[in-house]
């Protein structure tokens, strides 16, 4: 296993996790409103391939992820596009 610097980005609405390419190692959510949190392999817009999905519902518990192996690959950078209300901490190198 290799042996890297993980990083973090939280976002309290839809945005940019990492501009460029990146490993997403895992994940703390919050939920707010009910929905599905979409990962898109693009550092600028909610368009493109969708590596990760999560669906939540309203007002849960804590949900923390950890991918295994070397994580989910993102060759343009990442942008998450949250459901209202939700927060979001992703783990990256």
Known sequence: MMQTDVKSTHLNASGVVVVGRCRIRGYQIAPGSAGQINFYD????????????????????????MIPGEGILFVNGCYVNLPASTTITVFYA
């Open 42 to 65: 693009n550092a600028t817009t909610n368009s493109g391939l969708i590596p990760l999905s999560v669906d939540t519902t309203a007002n849960t518990a804590i949900i923390s992820t």
